[in-house]
């Protein structure tokens, strides 16, 4: 559908392939992770890990990359999806307030998946065009 040329050197380190198996341990870690590290009966810290698991593996569900079901999500939106959720869940003990008794979970997993948004390629391997004059 849309054309977007690639630069002549890799940008990137993560593949789409790589990424897609990422967004599937990612979001189900992400929802697991409260409770097994205890704090599941926090209802301020628990949601904020289950509401991005469970955001993080719709995407992976619709994106239109090697482990998409759907594809009907561009591989870029997906991108900048990652980048605002892993931004909010990496600040939400902040933003929430229940910092003062957890963070770190939100915050390594945050900025996971705001690395995840920046470091993997735009485009899948599939997708990829060469342009010819």
């Known amino acids: 559908m849309f054309d977007f040329p690639q630069p002549p050197f890799r940008t990137s380190v993560v593949s789409t392939k790589e990424h897609a198996v990422l967004d599937y341990l990612v979001g189900t870690v992400m929802i697991g992770v ?4 205890g704090f599941s009966h926090d209802l301020r810290a628990l949601w904020p890990l289950v509401t ?5 593996l719709l ?4 994106t239109d ?3 998409g079901l759907v594809k009907q ?3 870029m939106l997906h991108l900048a999806f990652d980048r605002l959720i892993g931004s909010l869940l990496g600040a939400s003990p902040w933003l929430l307030g229940f910092a003062n008794r957890i963070f770190l979970p939100h915050l390594i997993l945050g900025l996971l998946l705001l690395a ?3 470091l993997t390629e ?3 391997a599939n997708k990829k065009t060469v342009r010819t004059k």
Request: no cysteine.
């Open 65 to 67: 990359y090697e482990g």
């Open 52 to 56: 991005a698991g469970g955001l993080v």
């Open 116 to 118: 995840l948004g920046l």
């Open 34 to 37: 409260p409770w097994l590290l």
């Open 122 to 124: 735009r485009l899948p």
């Open 73 to 75: 999500l561009l591989m």
């Open 59 to 62: 995407l992976a569900v619709v």
